[in-house]
């Protein structure tokens, strides 16, 4: 738990005895000559979120937060200065070198039992939190014309099979003018795959082809990729691809391109309206954590909510992927030492270091990665941002890792806390992670966004209560109540634990799934574009 000064005066939060900086909670920041309960004074204006120097802090010496350097000082600052990127100089990258693999046995966590949500069973084993067709496209050649068609969908057919909560197009910007071939191409290709392979969309395949792209449906899925229900044996059995061809003799203008989708469609819809929701364990859960417009209270109330709830999913036998690899890339020597074995701690190390090469190939490294919107809300620089983002991971060994666009399935993994490495971007990352496999998902933000996903629900916490009254719409949960005093990392941990539940089972829709908030897919592709 921080250290947090006494309510009745102005507030901040220091994370680690050792450090030497605290952060401001008080709604609008504080003005100069404030005091704190222990005596500090502000000797000028600091904005909430923002760090104040908590003793004098001599030019050169570094400025701790979490416990950790997050920089050196460019100037003396007395106690009490305002402390920001302006006056820091940040550290250089930890080396992938010499690392600790494995050192840390994580703390044993007691089996939690008896825990279930309704869902939907899948063939291949995994259960779905939601029943929808999803329609892959292979090309973005097609999404004008299945944007179309799914609006007709919906309103036509849909009405008809109630148990089928929702019709999705899986439009992307790849399939032609890319180097096909390319080493790199297998990132967007295997992850449109394994996103049409999602356990929400209960093994119904659907696709949408131009007919001359590059990426040929058979290359997208090709036989022995998917299985389909066989009704007769309840078991797995190959599936033909069912392919809409936008280029075939058979269609003469628009509409017979809009009547051949519909009709494929009604096939798929009517065998997902056979599904029913069905008692499973949480185990059954496979939940993708992420963080985006992040803030200073980040790390200290939203993100180690997630992190309390993802040990709690773990004891559950329950799946939690953390993502992001400039946003954890700083504390590897952290992530190396819970590793489960040094296999998995090798693993990640080879998804830093591939990803350092890719930053450098653009001239780019991690610091580009802090945005505006992170600066005015406290954070310096991405070791700072690093270092809370890193606590959404709770306290569990890590026993797996995924490569961009692999999915747990493929990888043959089914249960604990799993490094699936993505860019950070919030449409990325959340792309990715669907292509993991990803039932339900958690996204923390301090900034605000409205940030949603048509093809899997997603819970927002927000990290300061501001916020939450503010976008008290958009919000699920308020973790801005730790910093307050209302409310123990503790209570909110388990407050998102029980609303997961309730989500996934469908009692309750996330804001996002209320107001039909729904980001689009973003493939990532280095592989070149010809």
Known sequence: MPETSDQRQPLFVRMHPTDNVAIVVNDGGLPAGAVFANGLRLIQAVPQGHKVALQDIAQGNAVRRYNV??????????AGSWVNEAVLDMPAARSLEALPLATVQAQG?????????????????????????????????????????????????????????????????YGC??????????????????????????????????????????????PGSFAVRDERSAGNAP????????????????MSMIESIMQTAARHLERLNKRQRETVPASALVVGVQCGGSDAFSGVTANPAVGFCTDLLVRAGATVMFSE?????????????????????QAMIREMAWYDAYLAKGSADRSANTTPGNKKGGLSNIVEKAMGSIVKSGSAA????????????????????????????????????????????????????????AECPVIKVATRSDLARRWHDL?????GRIAEGSASIEDVGWELFQLMLDVASGRKKTWAEHWQLHNALVLFNPAPIT
């Open 109 to 173: 966590l007691p089996p939690l039992d008896g825990y279930t949500f309704e869902g939907y069973r899948n063939a291949d084993g995994t259960v779905g939190t939601r029943n929808i067709l999803a329609i892959t496209t292979t090309v973005q050649c097609v999404s004008g014309v299945v944007e179309f068609a799914v609006t007709r969908i919906k309103a036509e057919l849909l009405p008809k099979y109630p148990n089928v909560d929702d019709v999705v197009g899986l439009e992307h910007t």
């Open 69 to 78: 350097s997050i920089g050196t000082v460019l100037k003396d600052l007395p």
């Open 239 to 254: 599936a033909d691809l069912d392919v809409v061809c936008l280029q075939s003799d058979n269609h003469v203008g628009f």
């Open 398 to 453: 890590i026993s797996g890792v995924l490569s961009p666009g692999e999915s747990l399935r493929g990888k043959g993994i089914s249960s604990g806390l799993i490094y699936a490495a993505t860019p950070a971007s919030d449409f990325v990352c959340g792309t990715l992670q669907l292509a993991a496999g990803m039932n339900l998902h958690v996204f923390t933000t301090g900034r605000g966004t409205p940030y949603g996903l």
């Open 475 to 479: 919000m699920d949960v308020n973790a």
């Open 177 to 222: 003018g890319v180097a096909i071939d390319a080493p790199d191409a297998i990132i967007p290709i295997r992850t449109l795959r394994n996103i049409s392979l999602n356990p929400n969309f209960g093994g119904e395949v659907m696709v949408v082809s131009l007919g001359c792209e590059k990426l040929q449906p058979e290359r997208l899925l090709p």
């Open 325 to 345: 690899v400039t946003e954890v890339r700083d504390g590897i020597d952290q992530l190396t030492s819970r590793a489960s074995t040094p296999e998995v701690a």
